[in-house]
């Protein structure tokens, strides 16, 4: 018994249609495979690139914390929350040694400096404001995130804002005293 001639081409182009999409995927992977080498070694040199590139900074910041005593960077803003605790006791505690940024004047900044450099590179782009950083030889630095501690303050949770203190006032050897009060009215 004969098939119709319509059967016959439908099957005809569904083997086609097969053969055409089986080949369209064999040559993708073999393409992904090829490319993959090139691939890998372009992900390297960049590895590699960024760590030159961090080491080459912190051994600028090294060289620059030895020559001028100022192994600290603070970074900041004009929020009513933490503006004035900062202003008036981490700041004049640890003058003589940091650097402070105020993120509310960035448009000032000099783009290429060291201390806004560093905090671009190590300080992230998340709880990056308010922040501190203890460049220490031969180490990374050591950063510490203070905006969810000082939220987690707001809402009548001061431990984890005393923590990070406390690990501040340990990686620079002077003892930082806790903002004076906790008020929860004063908004982020």
Not at 98 to 103: A, G, T
Request: glycine share 6%; hydrophobic share 45%; net charge positive.
């Amino acid at each position: 018994m004969d098939e119709p001639q319509s059967s016959r081409r439908t099957r005809r182009r569904i083997k086609i249609n097969i053969v055409k999409r089986t080949g369209t995927r064999v040559l993708g992977v073999a393409l992904v495979i090829a490319i993959s080498p090139l691939l890998i070694a372009l992900a390297l040199v960049g590895l590699l690139c960024w760590c030159i590139g961090s080491a080459l900074l912190l051994l600028v910041a090294w060289v620059y914390g030895v020559a001028t005593g100022r192994d600290t960077l603070i970074v900041f803003s004009n929020s009513p929350y933490w503006e004035s605790y900062f202003k008036e006791t981490v700041i004049p505690i640890l003058d003589k040694r940091s650097q402070h940024l105020n993120c509310s004047e960035s448009k000032r900044w000099a783009k290429a400096s060291l201390p806004v450099v560093l905090y671009r590179w190590f300080g992230g782009s998340k709880q990056n404001n308010p922040l501190a950083m203890v460049f220490r030889p031969w180490r990374t630095p050591a950063v510490f995130r203070f905006y969810i501690p000082f939220r987690n303050a707001k809402h009548g949770k001061p431990d984890q804002l005393l923590a990070v203190i406390e690990q501040l006032s340990q990686a620079v050897g002077k003892t930082i005293p806790p903002p004076s009060q906790l008020s929860p009215e004063v908004s982020l």
